[in-house]
């Protein structure tokens, strides 16, 4: 992939707590209008400019994220732009967004997890107390990257919304995968099963590194 192409691609519209602010348009590239970046007020460039793009303002990923103290990588094999802030590492994929990699306090990644698909399911279960409006089925993948200690991913570190902002809740539906702990260099392929009030075409799904501290991070995916 040209380094050029990758770049525009990859470049993301940065909402940063009002950090970064953007001047008037001045100049092109590559037939597109090119806007002036500044973070703190101080005027930052690179290889690439922001542009225009479409009507919206389009900011490549690496020199604003290293401006603002964070380090940007590329995952050439997976395809993947790493942003380490310090605490967790952003992944951000060309696929839908649907991967994330956890790190050490040092910017280490200790395991990874890809949601494969989200499927409905017709199947209810009749010894359940709960009647959801649609059950939905979860499949990702998780593998231990470099964790010294066995990764164990299941429901209990994520969170289903559905369209209309209700939160879902586990449900005792049958499934084939189940998580398990994996050492060093395994990979496990899972499920987990969700109830949701209200039928839905889109859910948001939220990841908790820790199960009692804050979002860590936020997918929103379609229910095939």
Not at 113 to 141: C, L
Not at 161 to 177: C, E, F, L, M, Q
Not at 186 to 193: F, G, H, L, R, W
Request: charge should be negative; hydrophobic fraction near 40%; glycine fraction near 6%.
């Amino acid at each position: 992939m040209k380094k050029n192409i990758f770049m525009l691609i990859t470049c993301l519209a940065l909402v940063l707590c009002g950090a970064v602010s953007f001047a008037a348009m001045y100049g092109h590239f590559e037939g597109f209008p090119v806007v002036k970046v500044l973070v703190d007020g101080r005027e930052i460039t690179g290889d690439v400019p922001a542009i225009v793009l479409n009507g919206r303002t389009m900011v490549p990923v690496r020199f604003v994220s290293e401006a603002l103290g964070s380090n940007v990588t590329w995952d050439a094999e997976n395809e993947t732009v790493l942003i380490t802030t310090g605490k967790t590492t952003v992944s951000s994929t060309e696929t839908g967004k649907n991967e994330y990699i956890v790190t050490d306090d040092s910017g280490n990644a200790l395991y990874s997890f890809k949601i494969n698909k989200i499927t409905e399911m017709t199947e209810r279960n009749q010894f359940s107390d709960k009647n959801p409006a649609q059950v939905i089925m979860i499949d990702y993948t998780y593998t231990n990257i470099a964790s010294s200690e066995d990764v164990y991913l299941s429901d209990i570190y994520f969170k289903v919304v559905d369209s209309a902002g209700n939160i879902g809740y586990t449900y005792p539906n049958s499934k084939t995968k189940y998580p398990q702990s994996i050492p060093l260099g395994v990979t496990c392929n899972a499920q987990m099963i969700f109830g949701l009030d209200n039928k839905s075409d889109t859910v948001k799904i939220y990841f908790y590194k820790d199960i009692l501290g804050e979002v860590t991070a936020t997918f929103e995916l379609p229910v095939e």
